[in-house]
Protein backbone atom coordinates (compact mmCIF):
# COMPACT_ATOMS: atom_id res chain seq x y z
CA UNK A 1 0.00 0.00 0.00
CA UNK A 2 1.11 3.35 -0.69
CA UNK A 3 2.51 5.66 2.61
CA UNK A 4 -0.64 7.74 2.99
CA UNK A 5 -3.28 5.03 2.52
CA UNK A 6 -6.16 5.97 0.78
CA UNK A 7 -9.57 5.41 2.94
CA UNK A 8 -11.61 2.68 2.07
CA UNK A 9 -14.51 4.32 1.52
CA UNK A 10 -12.65 7.14 -0.56
CA UNK A 11 -11.40 4.11 -2.77
CA UNK A 12 -14.78 3.08 -3.19
CA UNK A 13 -16.14 6.46 -4.16
CA UNK A 14 -13.24 6.91 -7.20
CA UNK A 15 -13.68 3.71 -8.48
CA UNK A 16 -17.29 4.28 -8.49
CA UNK A 17 -16.66 6.86 -10.93
CA UNK A 18 -14.94 4.97 -13.64
CA UNK A 19 -17.28 1.84 -12.98
CA UNK A 20 -20.91 0.58 -13.86
CA UNK A 21 -20.84 -1.79 -11.84
CA UNK A 22 -19.41 -2.72 -8.44
CA UNK A 23 -20.52 -6.38 -7.52
CA UNK A 24 -21.48 -6.56 -4.23
CA UNK A 25 -20.36 -3.47 -3.28
CA UNK A 26 -19.91 -4.11 0.79
CA UNK A 27 -17.24 -6.78 -0.15
CA UNK A 28 -14.70 -4.28 -1.94
CA UNK A 29 -14.80 -2.39 1.04
CA UNK A 30 -14.41 -5.15 3.60
CA UNK A 31 -11.42 -6.63 1.15
CA UNK A 32 -9.62 -3.22 1.52
CA UNK A 33 -9.37 -3.31 5.45
CA UNK A 34 -8.69 -6.41 5.31
CA UNK A 35 -5.84 -6.53 2.96
CA UNK A 36 -4.38 -3.25 5.00
CA UNK A 37 -4.71 -5.40 8.29
CA UNK A 38 -2.51 -8.15 6.66
CA UNK A 39 0.08 -5.06 5.16
CA UNK A 40 -0.29 -6.47 1.57
CA UNK A 41 -2.30 -4.97 -1.80
CA UNK A 42 -5.36 -5.98 -3.44
CA UNK A 43 -4.90 -8.81 -6.05
CA UNK A 44 -6.70 -6.85 -9.11
CA UNK A 45 -6.94 -9.40 -11.93
CA UNK A 46 -6.94 -7.94 -15.65
CA UNK A 47 -7.03 -10.64 -18.28
CA UNK A 48 -6.49 -9.73 -21.76
CA UNK A 49 -6.40 -12.17 -24.63
CA UNK A 50 -3.61 -10.98 -27.65
CA UNK A 51 -5.93 -11.63 -30.23
CA UNK A 52 -5.23 -8.74 -32.28
CA UNK A 53 -2.04 -6.51 -32.71
CA UNK A 54 -3.05 -2.92 -31.61
CA UNK A 55 -5.06 -1.46 -28.49
CA UNK A 56 -7.62 0.56 -29.15
CA UNK A 57 -9.48 3.48 -26.75
CA UNK A 58 -12.08 0.71 -25.97
CA UNK A 59 -9.03 -1.46 -24.35
CA UNK A 60 -7.75 1.35 -22.66
CA UNK A 61 -10.76 2.28 -20.38
CA UNK A 62 -9.51 -1.29 -18.12
CA UNK A 63 -5.84 -0.53 -18.57
CA UNK A 64 -6.76 3.03 -17.38
CA UNK A 65 -8.57 1.66 -14.30
CA UNK A 66 -5.83 -0.39 -13.78
CA UNK A 67 -3.66 2.26 -13.27
CA UNK A 68 -6.04 4.33 -10.36
CA UNK A 69 -5.59 0.71 -8.50
CA UNK A 70 -2.04 0.88 -8.74
CA UNK A 71 -1.68 3.92 -7.80
CA UNK A 72 -3.99 3.82 -5.10
CA UNK A 73 -1.38 0.95 -3.86
CA UNK A 74 -2.23 -2.54 -5.10
CA UNK A 75 -0.82 -4.87 -7.42
CA UNK A 76 -2.16 -5.52 -11.28
CA UNK A 77 -2.26 -9.12 -11.93
CA UNK A 78 -2.49 -8.92 -15.46
CA UNK A 79 -3.64 -12.52 -17.60
CA UNK A 80 -2.14 -12.70 -20.67
CA UNK A 81 -4.55 -15.35 -22.07
CA UNK A 82 -2.05 -17.24 -24.74
CA UNK A 83 -4.65 -20.84 -24.20
CA UNK A 84 -7.57 -19.01 -23.64
CA UNK A 85 -6.80 -17.13 -26.80
CA UNK A 86 -7.10 -20.40 -28.78
CA UNK A 87 -10.67 -20.82 -27.52
CA UNK A 88 -11.72 -16.96 -28.52
CA UNK A 89 -13.91 -15.27 -26.18
CA UNK A 90 -17.86 -16.06 -27.24
CA UNK A 91 -18.48 -12.49 -25.81
CA UNK A 92 -20.80 -10.36 -28.23
CA UNK A 93 -19.75 -12.33 -31.14
CA UNK A 94 -22.22 -13.54 -33.67
CA UNK A 95 -19.62 -16.38 -35.06
CA UNK A 96 -17.18 -18.42 -33.83
CA UNK A 97 -14.09 -16.56 -34.15
CA UNK A 98 -10.93 -18.36 -36.05
CA UNK A 99 -8.48 -19.75 -33.85
CA UNK A 100 -4.93 -18.00 -33.74
CA UNK A 101 -2.08 -19.68 -34.26
CA UNK A 102 0.73 -19.97 -30.91
CA UNK A 103 2.97 -17.74 -33.34
CA UNK A 104 0.54 -15.10 -33.93
CA UNK A 105 -0.51 -14.75 -30.16
CA UNK A 106 3.24 -14.84 -28.93
CA UNK A 107 3.48 -11.81 -31.62
CA UNK A 108 0.49 -10.01 -30.60
CA UNK A 109 1.61 -10.20 -26.77
CA UNK A 110 4.44 -8.59 -27.33
CA UNK A 111 2.98 -6.13 -28.99
CA UNK A 112 0.65 -5.86 -26.06
CA UNK A 113 2.71 -5.33 -23.67
CA UNK A 114 4.62 -2.57 -25.01
CA UNK A 115 1.33 -0.63 -25.54
CA UNK A 116 0.15 -1.69 -21.77
CA UNK A 117 3.34 0.01 -20.71
CA UNK A 118 1.79 3.00 -21.84
CA UNK A 119 -0.63 3.28 -19.05
CA UNK A 120 0.36 0.38 -16.62
CA UNK A 121 3.89 0.44 -14.81
CA UNK A 122 4.14 -2.91 -15.55
CA UNK A 123 8.12 -3.31 -13.28
CA UNK A 124 5.33 -2.56 -10.13
CA UNK A 125 2.56 -5.09 -11.54
CA UNK A 126 2.61 -8.99 -11.89
CA UNK A 127 2.18 -10.52 -15.37
CA UNK A 128 0.95 -14.24 -16.24
CA UNK A 129 0.00 -16.67 -19.08
CA UNK A 130 -2.56 -18.67 -18.27
CA UNK A 131 -0.64 -21.27 -20.44
CA UNK A 132 1.16 -21.75 -17.29
CA UNK A 133 -1.54 -23.56 -15.67
CA UNK A 134 -3.93 -24.62 -18.45
CA UNK A 135 -0.39 -26.70 -20.49
CA UNK A 136 0.16 -29.12 -18.08
CA UNK A 137 -3.76 -30.09 -17.17
CA UNK A 138 -4.53 -33.53 -18.79
CA UNK A 139 -8.04 -34.47 -20.22
CA UNK A 140 -9.37 -35.53 -16.76
CA UNK A 141 -8.70 -32.36 -14.77
CA UNK A 142 -10.16 -30.20 -17.94
CA UNK A 143 -13.66 -32.42 -17.27
CA UNK A 144 -13.37 -32.07 -13.72
CA UNK A 145 -13.70 -28.29 -14.43
CA UNK A 146 -16.36 -28.55 -16.60
CA UNK A 147 -18.81 -30.30 -14.44
CA UNK A 148 -19.01 -27.54 -12.13
CA UNK A 149 -20.91 -25.20 -14.90
CA UNK A 150 -23.83 -26.93 -16.37
CA UNK A 151 -24.55 -26.37 -20.14
CA UNK A 152 -28.32 -24.96 -19.32
CA UNK A 153 -26.89 -21.96 -17.34
CA UNK A 154 -24.10 -21.32 -20.07
CA UNK A 155 -26.70 -20.93 -23.21
CA UNK A 156 -28.76 -19.13 -21.13
CA UNK A 157 -25.87 -15.80 -21.90
CA UNK A 158 -27.46 -13.07 -24.44
CA UNK A 159 -24.92 -14.50 -26.93
CA UNK A 160 -25.03 -17.66 -26.98
CA UNK A 161 -28.78 -17.40 -26.46
CA UNK A 162 -29.34 -15.24 -29.57
CA UNK A 163 -27.10 -17.42 -32.13
CA UNK A 164 -28.82 -20.47 -31.02
CA UNK A 165 -32.22 -18.37 -31.69
CA UNK A 166 -30.77 -17.36 -35.49
CA UNK A 167 -29.08 -21.46 -35.57
CA UNK A 168 -25.90 -19.71 -36.05
CA UNK A 169 -23.10 -22.55 -35.10
CA UNK A 170 -21.75 -22.56 -31.51
CA UNK A 171 -18.62 -24.42 -30.95
CA UNK A 172 -18.03 -26.40 -28.13
CA UNK A 173 -14.45 -24.86 -27.41
CA UNK A 174 -16.29 -21.53 -27.12
CA UNK A 175 -18.33 -23.12 -23.84
CA UNK A 176 -14.98 -23.70 -22.47
CA UNK A 177 -14.02 -19.89 -22.36
CA UNK A 178 -16.04 -18.75 -18.89
CA UNK A 179 -14.55 -21.97 -17.45
CA UNK A 180 -11.30 -21.29 -18.40
CA UNK A 181 -11.12 -17.46 -17.16
CA UNK A 182 -12.87 -18.24 -14.50
CA UNK A 183 -10.10 -21.00 -13.10
CA UNK A 184 -7.12 -18.06 -13.94
CA UNK A 185 -8.75 -16.04 -10.89
CA UNK A 186 -8.19 -19.33 -8.89
CA UNK A 187 -4.98 -19.50 -9.93
CA UNK A 188 -3.79 -15.91 -9.14
CA UNK A 189 -6.19 -15.65 -5.78
CA UNK A 190 -7.50 -12.32 -7.10
CA UNK A 191 -9.70 -10.39 -4.80
CA UNK A 192 -10.88 -8.13 -7.75
CA UNK A 193 -11.58 -8.54 -11.18
CA UNK A 194 -12.05 -5.56 -14.03
CA UNK A 195 -12.98 -5.57 -17.40
CA UNK A 196 -16.55 -4.70 -19.77
CA UNK A 197 -19.82 -5.46 -19.30
CA UNK A 198 -20.03 -8.20 -21.46
CA UNK A 199 -17.79 -10.33 -19.13
CA UNK A 200 -20.15 -10.38 -16.60
CA UNK A 201 -21.22 -13.74 -16.61
CA UNK A 202 -17.38 -14.86 -16.64
CA UNK A 203 -16.83 -12.42 -13.64
CA UNK A 204 -19.01 -14.21 -11.70
CA UNK A 205 -18.17 -17.82 -12.79
CA UNK A 206 -14.86 -16.88 -11.05
CA UNK A 207 -16.42 -16.24 -7.93
CA UNK A 208 -18.26 -19.76 -7.90
CA UNK A 209 -14.56 -21.54 -8.79
CA UNK A 210 -13.26 -19.63 -6.02
CA UNK A 211 -15.51 -20.07 -3.06
CA UNK A 212 -15.63 -24.17 -3.88
CA UNK A 213 -11.76 -23.70 -3.89
CA UNK A 214 -12.19 -22.37 -0.39
CA UNK A 215 -11.09 -18.64 -1.57
CA UNK A 216 -12.85 -15.12 -0.70
CA UNK A 217 -14.67 -14.82 -3.97
CA UNK A 218 -13.50 -11.76 -5.65
CA UNK A 219 -15.60 -8.57 -6.16
CA UNK A 220 -16.46 -7.75 -9.62
CA UNK A 221 -16.03 -4.26 -11.27
CA UNK A 222 -17.11 -3.85 -14.97
CA UNK A 223 -17.46 -0.39 -16.96
CA UNK A 224 -19.78 -0.11 -20.26
CA UNK A 225 -18.30 -0.66 -23.58
CA UNK A 226 -17.14 2.37 -25.58
CA UNK A 227 -18.82 3.26 -28.50
CA UNK A 228 -17.00 3.50 -31.70
CA UNK A 229 -16.68 6.39 -34.49
CA UNK A 230 -19.49 5.15 -36.02
CA UNK A 231 -21.96 6.09 -32.72
CA UNK A 232 -23.75 2.84 -33.26
CA UNK A 233 -21.63 0.00 -32.38
CA UNK A 234 -18.77 -0.80 -29.52
CA UNK A 235 -15.17 -0.14 -30.84
CA UNK A 236 -13.64 -2.80 -32.27
CA UNK A 237 -11.04 -3.43 -35.26
CA UNK A 238 -12.57 -5.79 -37.01
CA UNK A 239 -15.53 -2.75 -37.66
CA UNK A 240 -12.80 -0.41 -38.33
CA UNK A 241 -14.33 2.20 -35.91
CA UNK A 242 -11.34 2.52 -33.40
CA UNK A 243 -8.74 5.15 -32.34
CA UNK A 244 -5.58 3.30 -31.86
CA UNK A 245 -3.75 4.16 -28.41
CA UNK A 246 -0.39 4.42 -30.74
CA UNK A 247 -1.79 6.11 -34.06
CA UNK A 248 -0.27 9.05 -35.10
CA UNK A 249 -1.50 12.27 -32.95
CA UNK A 250 -2.81 14.06 -35.79
CA UNK A 251 -4.56 10.48 -36.81
CA UNK A 252 -6.18 10.33 -33.30
CA UNK A 253 -7.06 14.38 -33.04
CA UNK A 254 -8.75 13.96 -36.62
CA UNK A 255 -10.86 10.73 -35.29
CA UNK A 256 -12.02 12.32 -32.16
CA UNK A 257 -13.62 15.12 -33.96
CA UNK A 258 -15.26 13.11 -36.48
CA UNK A 259 -17.58 11.04 -33.59
CA UNK A 260 -21.06 11.87 -33.22
CA UNK A 261 -22.11 14.40 -30.43
CA UNK A 262 -23.85 12.34 -28.92
CA UNK A 263 -20.72 10.33 -27.64
CA UNK A 264 -18.76 13.36 -26.32
CA UNK A 265 -20.11 13.15 -23.04
CA UNK A 266 -19.26 9.23 -22.47
CA UNK A 267 -15.81 9.97 -24.35
CA UNK A 268 -15.30 12.48 -22.02
CA UNK A 269 -15.94 10.32 -19.02
CA UNK A 270 -14.12 6.38 -20.35
CA UNK A 271 -11.23 8.15 -22.89
CA UNK A 272 -9.62 11.27 -21.44
CA UNK A 273 -8.34 12.50 -17.90
CA UNK A 274 -11.17 15.96 -18.26
CA UNK A 275 -12.72 15.92 -14.60
CA UNK A 276 -16.07 15.88 -14.42
CA UNK A 277 -16.36 19.51 -13.35
CA UNK A 278 -14.47 20.59 -16.65
CA UNK A 279 -16.95 18.25 -18.69
CA UNK A 280 -19.91 19.90 -17.50
CA UNK A 281 -18.73 23.16 -18.78
CA UNK A 282 -17.38 21.95 -22.01
CA UNK A 283 -21.07 20.31 -22.51
CA UNK A 284 -23.23 23.15 -21.37
CA UNK A 285 -23.86 24.92 -25.25
CA UNK A 286 -24.73 28.16 -23.21
CA UNK A 287 -21.02 27.57 -21.62
CA UNK A 288 -19.04 26.43 -24.69
CA UNK A 289 -19.73 26.29 -28.77
CA UNK A 290 -20.32 22.52 -29.13
CA UNK A 291 -16.80 22.89 -31.53
CA UNK A 292 -14.97 24.43 -29.05
CA UNK A 293 -16.27 21.47 -26.70
CA UNK A 294 -15.06 18.83 -29.47
CA UNK A 295 -11.91 20.14 -29.89
CA UNK A 296 -11.35 20.00 -26.23
CA UNK A 297 -12.01 16.28 -26.15
CA UNK A 298 -9.54 15.46 -29.32
CA UNK A 299 -6.98 17.45 -27.48
CA UNK A 300 -7.48 15.46 -24.40
CA UNK A 301 -7.41 12.20 -26.11
CA UNK A 302 -4.19 13.31 -27.58
CA UNK A 303 -2.70 14.33 -24.51
CA UNK A 304 -3.39 11.16 -23.10
CA UNK A 305 -1.61 8.94 -25.09
CA UNK A 306 1.28 11.87 -25.73
CA UNK A 307 1.63 15.30 -24.47
CA UNK A 308 -0.29 18.48 -24.78
CA UNK A 309 2.47 19.99 -27.04
CA UNK A 310 1.43 17.23 -29.57
CA UNK A 311 -2.69 17.89 -28.81
CA UNK A 312 -1.96 21.84 -29.97
CA UNK A 313 0.18 20.80 -32.94
CA UNK A 314 -2.24 17.95 -33.68
CA UNK A 315 -5.10 20.75 -33.54
CA UNK A 316 -3.38 23.65 -35.87
CA UNK A 317 -2.79 21.09 -38.08
CA UNK A 318 -6.45 20.04 -38.74
CA UNK A 319 -7.60 23.68 -38.92
CA UNK A 320 -4.62 24.07 -41.72
CA UNK A 321 -6.37 20.97 -43.24
CA UNK A 322 -10.03 21.58 -42.51
CA UNK A 323 -10.59 24.93 -41.72
CA UNK A 324 -8.36 26.30 -44.48
CA UNK A 325 -8.20 23.46 -47.03
CA UNK A 326 -4.60 23.58 -46.61
CA UNK A 327 -2.33 20.37 -47.08
CA UNK A 328 -0.53 19.44 -43.76
CA UNK A 329 2.85 21.29 -43.10
CA UNK A 330 4.93 17.84 -42.90
CA UNK A 331 4.25 15.14 -45.16
CA UNK A 332 5.62 11.87 -45.17
CA UNK A 333 7.41 10.65 -48.19
CA UNK A 334 7.25 7.57 -49.57
CA UNK A 335 9.47 5.92 -52.25
CA UNK A 336 7.64 3.41 -54.78
CA UNK A 337 9.89 0.31 -55.50
CA UNK A 338 10.83 0.24 -59.21
CA UNK A 339 9.92 -3.08 -59.75
CA UNK A 340 6.28 -2.62 -58.94
CA UNK A 341 6.38 0.15 -62.12
CA UNK A 342 5.27 -0.72 -65.33
CA UNK A 343 5.79 1.91 -67.85
CA UNK A 344 6.22 4.34 -64.51
CA UNK A 345 2.42 3.29 -63.38
CA UNK A 346 1.13 1.20 -61.25
CA UNK A 347 -1.74 -0.12 -59.95
CA UNK A 348 -3.80 2.50 -58.01
CA UNK A 349 -5.18 0.09 -54.75
CA UNK A 350 -2.30 -1.75 -55.07
CA UNK A 351 -0.21 1.68 -54.39
CA UNK A 352 -2.53 2.03 -51.32
CA UNK A 353 -1.44 -0.91 -49.99
CA UNK A 354 1.94 -0.48 -50.36
CA UNK A 355 1.74 3.52 -48.82
CA UNK A 356 0.05 1.36 -45.23
CA UNK A 357 -3.02 3.25 -46.08
CA UNK A 358 -4.66 -0.18 -46.22
CA UNK A 359 -4.09 -3.79 -44.74
CA UNK A 360 -5.92 -5.11 -47.94
CA UNK A 361 -6.62 -5.17 -51.45
CA UNK A 362 -10.12 -5.15 -50.26
CA UNK A 363 -9.94 -2.19 -47.97
CA UNK A 364 -8.01 0.00 -50.74
CA UNK A 365 -11.06 -0.86 -53.08
CA UNK A 366 -13.74 0.13 -50.82
CA UNK A 367 -11.63 3.51 -49.96
CA UNK A 368 -11.07 4.06 -54.05
CA UNK A 369 -14.80 3.62 -54.98
CA UNK A 370 -15.82 5.58 -51.83
CA UNK A 371 -14.07 8.65 -53.49
CA UNK A 372 -11.68 9.00 -50.48
CA UNK A 373 -8.60 8.71 -52.85
CA UNK A 374 -6.71 11.72 -54.52
CA UNK A 375 -3.25 12.29 -56.53
CA UNK A 376 -2.07 15.57 -56.98
CA UNK A 377 -6.21 16.73 -55.70
CA UNK A 378 -7.28 14.45 -58.85
CA UNK A 379 -9.85 11.81 -57.60
CA UNK A 380 -9.18 8.69 -58.04
CA UNK A 381 -12.55 6.54 -58.36
CA UNK A 382 -11.59 3.64 -60.56
CA UNK A 383 -10.02 0.43 -58.80
CA UNK A 384 -9.00 -1.01 -61.64
CA UNK A 385 -6.43 2.61 -62.27
CA UNK A 386 -3.12 2.22 -62.90
CA UNK A 387 -1.78 6.17 -62.28
CA UNK A 388 1.17 7.62 -63.25
CA UNK A 389 4.12 8.01 -60.31
CA UNK A 390 6.42 11.06 -60.55
CA UNK A 391 8.62 12.05 -57.80
CA UNK A 392 6.77 14.77 -55.75
CA UNK A 393 3.11 13.72 -56.24
CA UNK A 394 0.73 13.97 -53.16
CA UNK A 395 -1.50 10.58 -52.18
CA UNK A 396 -4.14 11.50 -50.12
CA UNK A 397 -6.16 8.70 -48.78
CA UNK A 398 -9.25 9.79 -46.67
CA UNK A 399 -9.22 13.24 -44.77
CA UNK A 400 -6.51 12.75 -42.82
CA UNK A 401 -3.90 10.73 -44.48
CA UNK A 402 -0.86 12.05 -47.34
CA UNK A 403 2.10 10.84 -48.67
CA UNK A 404 4.68 12.57 -51.05
CA UNK A 405 5.48 9.96 -53.63
CA UNK A 406 9.15 9.28 -54.60
CA UNK A 407 11.09 6.58 -56.80
CA UNK A 408 12.87 3.80 -54.96
Aim: glycine share 8%; net charge negative; proline share 5%.
Amino acid sequence: MTDRPVAPEEQFRILSRISDEILPEGEFLTKVRKARAEGRPLRIKYGMDPTAPDIHLGNAVALHKLKVFQDLGHLPVIIVGDYTARVGDPSEKNRTRPVLTGEEIDANARTYFEQVGRIVDLENAEIRRNGEWFEPMRLADVVKLTSRVTVARTIERDDFAKRLADGTPIGVHELLYPIMQAWDSVMVRADVEIGGTDQKFNFLAAREFQRAEGQDPQVIMTHPLLVGLDGVKKMSKSIGNYIGITEDPQEIFGKAMSIPDALMASWFLWATDITDNEAAVLLDPEKTHPRDAKVALAKAVVSRYYDDGAAERAATEFRRIFSRKEKPSEIPDYAVPGEELSDGRVWIVRLIVLAGFAASNGEARRLVTGGGVKIDDVKIDDARAEVEVHPGAILKVGKRRFARLTLR
